[in-house]
């Protein structure tokens, strides 16, 4: 089949590099993709978020499967699209239609989702600038620290943990008030905030059956020792050794099954992914949020550890015959260090030229923002550049590859974290 994936970061390039190995897929295509993509697939300079464009692409190169890689152009309805046009209803998506994207698009829906269906979850309420007044009384009284998440996508930026009362309530004007986030705050739910170990579960559903992938951690923050500000991710582990088989086995049977059945109840036919950020408390899952598409870059540690077909894995969840499908994940622990530009997630500069990539070795490369410079030159288009994941029978063995490789890729102003999953090796110990 020809199979086209849409995005341009790490999480794309990993999904591509997995297909391109299918004797499933005649051809690739990856929109817009990026300078890694370009090397085993076909890049369409499309935007995801141009459905006409992305329509046409899809008649003109007879493509029949689409794996939608970001949130963006789910939770704007790309699948409802490709349903509404006559020619386009026989493409397989993998990724929700607009209603269930919800629980990724709208924090909001996903609480009143979690609270009804019975799904552990942090206690919490929303409020709009008409109810603002309550608003602020319930912040007073809110135990500290407070959790403040606008409503709608914010490009991950859109939640702020509030330390001290008088914080909360700027954030909270801020957002409702000033626009901080956009339309994305114009509703704020005010969270209680959970003490824990957080991870994240992948489950893949064909609307009927699901598999779980392998569980992955992530390093959010800038700084060693998870200091500075909120990027969009700076590494990742997986497995997680705080996630045993036990803990595993309730994230099944409190969150994945009620999740699944509950969408189902609201007659929401859901294929694809979906992503639950957990927080392990004492040994007790608690849904922090879900995503509607895999994570980056958890996606670059989950992926290498997946021995099936991952074509086959695709197809079978399109055609609802997941439950047939036999996934094999390998016991081989992957571990990924994130290469950025300098000032992210701040303001940084492209353009940087690339080298050493051509001399890594014994890891995963996967481009994350990366382009050409017109020549044959690889430079820099993003904030995340590259992510290098090392496979090994060891965590310390795959978080010396992973480094090692991070080292090795320069470019001027390169920056990223030295501690990676060392923070598991003192758990383990």
Same mark, same amino acid.
């Given at each position: 089949?020809?199979?086209?994936?849409?995005?341009?970061?790490?999480?794309?390039?990993?999904?591509?590099?997995?297909?391109?190995?299918?004797?499933?897929?005649?051809?690739?295509?990856?929109?817009?993709?990026?300078?890694?993509?370009?090397?085993?697939?076909?890049? @369409?300079?499309?935007?995801?978020?141009?459905?006409?464009?992305?329509?046409?692409?899809?008649?003109?190169?007879?493509?029949?499967?689409?794996?939608?890689?970001?949130?963006?152009?789910?939770?704007?309805?790309?699948?409802?699209?490709?349903?509404?046009?006559?020619?386009?209803?026989?493409?397989?998506?993998?990724?929700?239609? /607009?209603?269930?994207?919800?629980?990724?698009?709208?924090? !909001?829906?996903? /609480?009143?989702?979690?609270?009804?269906? =019975?799904?552990?979850?942090?206690?919490? $309420?929303?409020?709009? =600038?008409?109810?603002?007044?309550?608003?602020? #009384?319930?912040?007073?009284?809110?135990?500290?620290?407070?959790? @403040?998440?606008?409503?709608?996508?914010?490009?991950?930026?859109?939640?702020?943990?509030?330390?001290?009362?008088?914080?909360?309530?700027?954030?909270?004007?801020?957002?409702?008030?000033?626009?901080?986030?956009?339309?994305?705050?114009?509703?704020?739910?005010? #969270?209680?905030?959970?003490?824990?170990?957080?991870?994240?579960?992948?489950?893949?559903? !064909?609307?009927?059956?699901? /598999?779980?992938?392998?569980?992955?951690?992530?390093?959010?923050?800038?700084? #060693?020792? !998870?200091?500075?500000?909120?990027?969009?991710?700076?590494? =990742?582990?997986?497995?997680?050794?705080?996630?045993? =088989?036990?803990?595993?086995?309730?994230?099944?049977?409190?969150?994945?099954?009620?999740?699944?059945?509950?969408?189902?109840?609201?007659?929401? $036919?859901?294929?694809?992914?979906?992503?639950?950020?957990?927080?392990?408390?004492?040994? #007790?899952?608690?849904?922090? &949020?879900?995503?509607?598409?895999?994570?980056?870059?958890?996606? &670059?540690?989950?992926?290498?550890?997946?021995?099936?077909?991952?074509?086959? @894995?695709?197809?079978?969840?399109?055609?609802?015959?997941?439950?047939?499908?036999?996934?094999?994940?390998?016991?081989?622990?992957?571990?990924?260090?994130?290469?950025?530009?300098?000032?992210?997630?701040?303001?940084?500069?492209?353009? /940087?030229?690339?080298?050493?990539?051509?001399?890594?070795?014994?890891?995963?490369?996967?481009?994350?923002?990366?382009?050409?410079?017109?020549?044959?030159?690889?430079?820099?288009?993003?904030?995340?550049?590259?992510?290098?994941?090392?496979?090994?029978?060891?965590? &310390?063995?795959?978080?010396?590859?992973?480094?090692?490789?991070?080292?090795?890729?320069?470019?001027?102003?390169?920056?990223? $974290?030295?501690?990676?999953?060392?923070?598991?090796?003192?758990?383990?110990?």
């Amino acid at each position: 089949m020809n199979i086209l994936i849409l995005g341009s970061g790490g999480r794309e390039h990993a999904f591509a590099w997995k297909i391109a190995q299918s004797p499933l897929c005649d051809s690739l295509f990856v929109a817009p993709g990026n300078a890694g993509t370009a090397g085993i697939a076909t890049n @369409l300079s499309i935007s995801y978020n141009d459905f006409d464009s992305i329509g046409n692409a899809i008649l003109q190169n007879y493509i029949e499967l689409v794996i939608v890689g970001p949130e963006e152009p789910l939770v704007n309805g790309i699948v409802d699209y490709f349903e509404s046009r006559p020619d386009l209803s026989r493409v397989k998506v993998i990724g929700p239609n /607009k209603a269930g994207a919800r629980l990724e698009g709208s924090k !909001d829906f996903s /609480k009143q989702f979690m609270q009804k269906y =019975a799904i552990p979850t942090a206690s919490s $309420r929303t409020f709009t =600038a008409e109810t603002l007044e309550i608003g602020l #009384e319930y912040l007073e009284a809110h135990p500290l620290p407070i959790v @403040l998440k606008a409503d709608g996508l914010a490009a991950g930026k859109g939640v702020i943990i509030a330390e001290k009362h008088a914080e909360a309530e700027i954030a909270f004007k801020a957002m409702l008030l000033d626009g901080k986030f956009g339309t994305a705050g114009s509703k704020v739910v005010v #969270e209680q905030f959970l003490k824990g170990v957080e991870l994240s579960v992948f489950v893949l559903t !064909d609307g009927e059956h699901y /598999k779980i992938l392998p569980e992955a951690k992530d390093y959010k923050r800038i700084g #060693e020792n !998870d200091t500075g500000l909120n990027t969009g991710g700076m590494g =990742a582990v997986s497995p997680v050794v705080f996630a045993d =088989a036990n803990f595993l086995r309730k994230v099944d049977e409190k969150v994945v099954k009620p999740t699944l059945a509950g969408l189902k109840n609201e007659g929401i $036919r859901y294929v694809g992914f979906i992503f639950i950020g957990l927080m392990n408390i004492k040994g #007790e899952p608690y849904v922090i &949020e879900y995503n509607v598409r895999m994570g980056d870059p958890e996606t &670059e540690v989950v992926i290498p550890r997946i021995q099936s077909d991952f074509a086959m @894995l695709m197809a079978s969840t399109a055609k609802g015959t997941l439950n047939d499908f036999e996934l094999q994940i390998s016991p081989q622990v992957a571990v990924t260090t994130v290469v950025v530009s300098g000032g992210y997630p701040g303001d940084y500069e492209k353009g /940087k030229v690339i080298s050493g990539s051509d001399k890594v070795e014994d890891v995963y490369l996967y481009h994350a923002g990366t382009t050409f410079n017109g020549n044959t030159e690889i430079v820099t288009n993003g904030g995340r550049v590259m992510v290098l994941t090392g496979l090994a029978n060891s965590l &310390e063995n795959a978080v010396h590859k992973s480094q090692r490789a991070a080292q090795a890729v320069q470019f001027e102003g390169k920056y990223f $974290r030295h501690d990676i999953g060392v923070d598991l090796i003192r758990y383990n110990d």
